[in-house]
């Protein structure tokens, strides 16, 4: 059973967020590279457009994490954790968070991104032209890389798709390079 199919069958085909029907879709949450059951999700196109901010945030739609954050399943509770600390400043996603428990290793999953950073502190990754980075963006190189631990070189032009942050240094992006993971500076980087 694929993991798209294992998700649909958890959550009886609907947004594991928004309990929504339509436009589902399986989402990684980031960190992860790698697509299973334990860092997927099955949400809805309303609940991934304001996930990765094709759109503004809809507060009123995100009223559903009430609900979602207790679910049995730690991708759930880390999204819903997650979406709560973009919103905390609105009051009642603030009380929610104060409600919610998630154990050391779920709770460090959920920090990964920075969602609960101050926007004043957070880490802001930058391409060659200045352009913000954000996890999940295509970048292509614009120089000639030498893979450390490698024999192998990155190509200028070549292109690397879903991007993942170093959220400890700015300077820093995780993309896969034909088969191989890398770390990548960002100033050899320009998004796509």
């Not at 991934?48 to 049995?72: A, K, P, Y």
């Not at 993942?164 to 890398?182: T, W």
Request: charged content about 25%; hydrophobic content about 40%.
């Amino acid at each position: 059973m694929s993991v798209l199919q294992t998700l649909q069958e958890r959550n009886n085909n609907a947004c594991e967020l928004c309990t929504s029907i339509e436009e589902l879709k399986q989402y990684t949450i980031p960190p992860s590279l790698n697509e299973n059951v334990a860092n997927d999700v099955l949400v809805c196109k309303t609940c991934l457009d304001q996930i990765e901010g094709h759109v503004d945030m809809d507060l009123n739609h995100w009223r559903c994490l009430n609900d979602s954050m207790w679910s049995e399943h730690v991708a759930v509770q880390i999204m819903a954790w997650r979406m709560l600390q973009r919103l905390r400043n609105e009051g009642w996603p603030q009380d929610l968070l104060d409600m919610m428990y998630l154990d050391g290793e779920a709770l460090a999953l959920a920090r990964a991104t920075g969602e609960h950073e101050d926007a004043a502190n957070k880490i802001i990754h930058r391409d060659v032209n200045g352009v913000i980075l954000e996890s999940g963006d295509s970048v292509v190189l614009v120089k000639d890389l030498k893979v450390k631990g490698s024999s192998m070189v990155a190509k200028q032009g070549t292109a690397v798709r879903n991007i993942r942050l170093d959220h400890e240094n700015a300077e820093f992006i995780e993309g896969k390079v034909g088969a191989q993971q890398i770390v990548i500076i960002t100033k050899y980087v320009k998004k796509l």
